[in-house]
């Protein structure tokens, strides 16, 4: 998208809608950090493994670092630009449908990254798969710089963070969505002096 005078406008950092779209995302909206819900509970269902990645890479739980570190890092930010696209299944049993918009939305999401100018955090969806054969948990990241971690792998409730973005969760009872967020912005001070809660819900979890 292009603005008067031939300015750049921007929906985030150095990225356009035109980028976006031509990556393959559908849908997008930013939301203040505040307004994303943190919960151990996310890092609870992650330890179940059901994906299959728990404890293989840098990029999951524990290897990405404990809860707390992970809220930290987000939370050093004042926004959050979320991203999402639907996939059409064949059925609900269609997992190789799944597995194939997983691999697109990995692989968008990895050129995203690599387009992005400025002080940010990318989450997006599970697993790294960079290397052939990953270093965990013997030796330190090959990529520390650009490994995405995943936004469950950081306590994030995908389905608030949806809601929360406006973007549905599901679009149809045959498909998936993936969804990532950008961190960025600087974050003034609490005025207050006081802790932020995770979600900015009083009595929710705190750090
Ligand atoms: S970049 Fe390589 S070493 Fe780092 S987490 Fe991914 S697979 Fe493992």
């Known amino acids: 998208m292009t603005g008067d ?16 779209r031509e990556l393959g ?15 151990p509970k996310v890092r609870e269902m992650c330890a179940e493994n059901r994906c299959g990645r728990y404890g293989t890479s840098w990029a999951c739980p524990p ?20 991203f999402s696209t639907s996939y059409e ?14 691999a697109h939305f990995s692989a968008a999401s990895k050129e995203l990254r690599d387009r992005l100018e400025g002080d940010f955090l990318m989450l997006s969806v599970e ?10 948990p013997d030796a330190p990241c090959r990529f520390p710089e650009t490994l995405l971690g995943s936004l469950e792998g950081y ?3 995908v389905n608030d963070l949806a809601r929360e973005a406006g973007i549905p969760y599901r679009k149809g ?7 990532g967020a950008v961190f960025y912005g600087e974050r003034e ?7 932020a809660t995770e979600d900015g819900r009083a009595g929710e979890v705190s750090v």
Do not use: Q, W
């Open 5 to 20: 005078a031939g300015a750049e406008e921007y929906l985030f950092l150095n990225i356009d809608e035109d980028t976006m």
């Open 25 to 39: 995302f559908e849908s997008f909206a930013e939301i203040p950090v505040d307004k994303v819900h943190f919960s």
């Open 63 to 82: 290897g990405i670092g404990t809860f707390e570190e992970c809220v930290a890092r987000c939370k050093r930010y004042a926004k959050a630009f979320v």
């Open 89 to 102: 299944l064949e059925d609900s049993f269609d997992f190789e449908g799944m597995m194939d918009g997983h």
């Open 127 to 136: 697993g790294c798969g960079r290397c052939k054969s990953c270093t965990y």
């Open 155 to 157: 306590g994030i409730f």
């Open 173 to 179: 009872a045959y498909s998936v969505s993936y969804f």
């Open 189 to 195: 001070a609490d005025p207050s002096g006081g802790e």
